[in-house]
């Protein structure tokens, strides 16, 4: 399938093309220049491959959990690019992208994805292999991580990515979850499979009815004065 995918959730920026088989990509770690870096990554890809937006047939970008400005700007400009090309969009979890990565480079077939949400708070989920793609089990979570692993059986048998588990000690106070250290973020890269996944499933979606996934879009409002 001929698809674009980008994702701003956290700290590190990318966009990846899958087009007649073959796939380009783009990361960077670029904290708070999101809005700047994105749309030249995507017209590089766009021109490495010889081709404009008419030529791809979907759109997916990550949905989140992550912070919420760098969620809003991929939700934004996935919105953009989907009213100028009329293609149809499928939202892909961010953590789950994290996952599949670890799929894709280490062949674990169990993981946890978690990243710091602030607040002594992780976002998180757990996902397990499915036909070649990470499926989550349960649902994603946002809460203090000393109960991230609460009920868990077999753990170790999971593996860890994401970076919470290098911020918060009381994550894996026992070492039982084998940390990959290098997948600290989500990459647009290894949300082509999932997105191709999802909709192939139906999970497509017009622009009309694009969502971002905070997990805890209450609790900022809940700080301000005055606020419920």
């Known amino acids: 399938m001929n698809i674009l995918v980008i994702d701003t959730a956290t700290e590190a920026c990318s966009a990846a093309l899958s087009y007649q088989g073959q796939v380009l990509a783009k990361f960077e770690v670029c904290p708070q220049q999101h809005s700047q870096r994105l749309l030249p990554m995507v017209d590089e890809l766009l ?3 010889g081709i404009t937006l008419k030529n791809l047939e979907l759109l997916g970008f990550g949905r989140g959990p992550g912070s919420f400005t760098g969620v809003r700007i991929a939700t934004g400009m996935i919105q953009g690019l989907a009213l100028g090309s009329e293609l149809p969009v499928v939202p892909v979890s961010t953590l789950a992208a994290m996952a599949q990565q670890a799929y894709i480079e280490y062949g674990v077939e169990q993981v946890i ?3 710091d949400a602030r607040m002594d708070e992780v976002y998180m989920g757990k996902y397990s292999l499915v036909d070649g793609t990470m499926q ?12 991230a692993l609460s009920g868990m059986v077999d753990i170790r048998q999971w593996a860890g990515v994401g970076t919470a588990w290098g911020t918060y000690e009381s994550l894996n106070p026992d070492g039982q979850v084998r940390g990959l250290s290098d997948i600290l973020y989500p990459s647009a890269q290894f949300m082509l499979p999932l997105a191709t996944r999802a909709a192939a499933d139906g999970a497509a979606v017009s622009v009309d009815h694009i969502e971002p996934v905070y997990l805890r879009d209450k609790v900022t409002w809940k700080k ?3 606020r419920e």
């Open 47 to 49: 021109a490495e491959a």
């Open 113 to 115: 994805a978690a990243i």
């Open 136 to 147: 989550l089990v349960g649902d994603e979570a946002v809460l203090p991580p000393e109960q």
């Open 224 to 226: 301000l004065p005055g």
